[in-house]
Every structure is written in C-alpha cells, then in structure tokens.
C-alpha cells in the first residue's frame, strides 16, 4: 500500500518556491484515488459481512486521512451491523 504512489508530483517551481522559504507544497491526491476510494466503499457497503469485515481490517492499516474521510460514515454504519464479526472490525478501524 504505501509504495502506491497517492499523490501528484509537485513541479519544480513549487519545489523551488518550498525550499526558499515559502509555502508548504500542498499534496494533491491522484484522480485514480478517488476509484480506489470507491471500491473500499463498495466493499464496506457490501452484504456479505465477511467482505465487510476483512476492508475493515484492511482499513485499520491505512493511516491516509484523505482517503479514510469520505469512508468514515460507512464505518460507523459497520458498528451497528447484525454481525458480531463486522461490529468487532468496525471498533478496531474506529480506534486503530
């Protein structure tokens, strides 16, 4: 996972710019991140908990927060699931 590159490459004005004392580059995330973020969406919303749980556990290893927010609404949903399997991951990505 994090030898995916997530992040556009800054320009070498930007660079420059950064090493002479301005502003920070800001990271900008990949547009096939969003795709990515999409299928850990599908998998968190999927029926079977099995699939549920083992993204949840997948996702207790991410510490990206721009690729965890949008999925955080799906992930306190998981706490409320009928399956002890997907409420026990969902309380380890909440607080890992």
Same mark, same amino acid.
């Given at each position: 996972?994090?030898?995916?590159? /997530? ?16 502003? @920070?580059? @800001?990271? /900008? =995330? !990949? @547009?096939?991140?969003? =795709?990515?973020?999409?299928? !850990?969406?599908?998998? =968190? ?22 690729? =965890? ?18 409420? /026990? ?8």
């Amino acid at each position: 996972w994090e030898v995916v590159p /997530k992040y556009q490459e800054p320009t070498s004005d930007e660079v420059l710019r950064a090493a002479s004392g301005g502003q @920070p580059v @800001p990271r /900008k =995330l !990949l @547009p096939e991140m969003i =795709l990515v973020c999409n299928a !850990l969406m599908n998998d =968190l919303n999927h029926p079977n908990e099995f699939v549920r749980g083992s993204m949840l556990r997948f996702l207790c290893k991410v510490k990206d927060e721009e690729i =965890l927010g949008p999925l955080i609404p799906s992930i306190k949903a998981c706490l409320q699931h009928r399956h002890q399997y997907v409420r /026990k991951n969902a309380v380890l990505a909440v607080f890992h």
